[in-house]
């Protein structure tokens, strides 16, 4: 199977809305959800995030025609995704069912299969975003969308990314002859370093690539670094299994891939109060934000 795609928005190059969406409208909002207003600097932030993110935006066809715009059919997927994320949160939160840790958890995972490489040009914060409106959305996606073995073969084919924390012990060393040594020692010398999902995703690629297959006990072959070897020996993880948690987020990723509605979602963004700046275009509950004909502009 192919890494899971986050589809969030791309297509074809239409008119363009400016980088600093906003500047010709004195209206401070984008779009209002029920009681929710999401501000044109709320948007502006988030086109950023994406925008700058140059893995992504090389295939994703947000540039407009116009140097430093983008394609206002891509800032209507955006805006119409904020619109969702906003409908959604709201309605978790008055029904007390928030996303849990586990599923938190299980969003970050997914999310970085999906993602690929692109995950890491965001910044962290902005994983941080990314993380809780796919846990939001799989709070309300049933297991059982899915059929069990379709989410086990996934699953099982993902399994290193589904972990909370691992520890290992790690060491340094100059020269390759050292860094053999060290290994054939077992790390005798080295620092214990526990690693929450949030913080492997910041150390450097090759080493996580390097942690991630390892099994427990196993020294992994020593990492090039600027200063010489990093050595590494993963003594502990703590695994995701295929719990409720990763069956909702697994279930609402391959509903993504394979274009299926999500039901349980539509229901609430039909029942949302949606209004959206006509700088923007117009709001369909069945296909979102439609932008504006003609350039858009103040």
Same mark, same amino acid.
């Given at each position: 199977?192919?890494?899971?795609?986050?589809?969030?928005?791309?297509?074809?190059?239409?008119?363009? %809305?400016?980088?600093?969406?906003?500047?010709?409208?004195?209206?401070?909002?984008?779009?209002? /959800?029920?009681?929710? *207003?999401?501000? #044109?600097?709320?948007?502006?932030?988030?086109?950023?995030?994406?925008?700058?993110?140059?893995?992504?935006?090389?295939?994703?066809?947000?540039?407009?025609?116009?140097?430093?715009?983008?394609?206002?059919?891509? *800032?209507?997927?955006?805006?119409?995704?904020?619109?969702?994320?906003?409908?959604?949160?709201?309605?978790? =939160?008055?029904?007390?069912?928030?996303?849990?840790?586990?599923?938190?958890?299980?969003?970050?995972?997914?999310? #970085?299969?999906?993602?690929?490489?692109?995950?890491? =040009?965001?910044?962290?914060?902005?994983?941080?975003?990314?993380?809780?409106?796919?846990?939001?959305?799989?709070?309300?996606?049933?297991?059982?969308?899915?059929?069990?073995?379709?989410?086990?073969? %996934?699953?099982?084919?993902?399994?290193?990314?589904?972990?909370?924390?691992?520890?290992? /012990?790690?060491?340094?060393?100059?020269?390759?002859?050292?860094?053999?040594?060290?290994?054939?020692?077992?790390?005798?010398?080295?620092?214990?370093?526990?690693?929450?999902?949030? #913080?492997?995703?910041?150390?450097?690629?090759?080493? #996580?690539?390097?942690?991630?297959?390892?099994?427990?006990?196993?020294?992994?072959?020593?990492?090039?670094?600027?200063?010489?070897?990093?050595? /590494?020996?993963?003594?502990?993880?703590? *695994?995701?299994?295929?719990?409720?948690?990763?069956?909702?987020?697994?279930?609402?990723?391959?509903?993504?891939?394979?274009?299926?509605?999500?039901?349980?979602?539509?229901?609430?963004?039909?029942?949302?109060?949606?209004?959206?700046?006509?700088?923007?275009?117009?709001?369909?509950?069945?296909?979102?934000?439609?932008?504006?004909?003609?350039?858009?502009?103040?």
């Amino acid at each position: 199977m192919k890494p899971l795609p986050k589809l969030l928005a791309a297509g074809a190059v239409l008119a363009a %809305v400016s980088l600093t969406a906003g500047a010709c409208d004195a209206s401070p909002y984008a779009a209002t /959800v029920n009681s929710h *207003v999401i501000k #044109q600097a709320a948007l502006d932030s988030e086109l950023q995030a994406f925008g700058s993110n140059h893995a992504y935006r090389s295939s994703a066809g947000l540039d407009g025609q116009a140097p430093g715009t983008y394609s206002t059919k891509w *800032v209507s997927g955006i805006l119409t995704g904020m619109i969702v994320d906003s409908a959604l949160r709201e309605r978790l =939160a008055a029904a007390g069912t928030l996303p849990s840790p586990a599923v938190l958890a299980a969003s970050r995972s997914v999310d #970085q299969i999906g993602w690929g490489d692109a995950w890491f =040009a965001f910044s962290p914060g902005f994983r941080d975003t990314l993380v809780s409106q796919f846990a939001d959305e799989a709070m309300i996606t049933s297991p059982n969308t899915i059929d069990t073995p379709t989410l086990l073969g %996934v699953y099982s084919q993902y399994k290193k990314y589904f972990f909370t924390r691992v520890c290992t /012990v790690e060491a340094s060393s100059r020269t390759r002859a050292a860094a053999a040594a060290a290994v054939s020692a077992g790390l005798a010398d080295g620092t214990r370093v526990c690693y929450t999902q949030r #913080q492997f995703e910041a150390q450097p690629k090759a080493f #996580q690539s390097a942690v991630e297959s390892l099994p427990v006990g196993r020294i992994a072959s020593p990492v090039p670094t600027p200063y010489g070897y990093r050595l /590494v020996k993963v003594v502990s993880r703590t *695994v995701q299994g295929l719990t409720a948690a990763v069956k909702r987020t697994l279930a609402v990723a391959l509903l993504d891939f394979n274009g299926r509605p999500n039901p349980a979602l539509d229901r609430v963004v039909a029942s949302a109060r949606v209004k959206v700046n006509p700088q923007y275009g117009t709001w369909s509950s069945s296909s979102g934000v439609t932008p504006p004909t003609g350039p858009a502009g103040s």
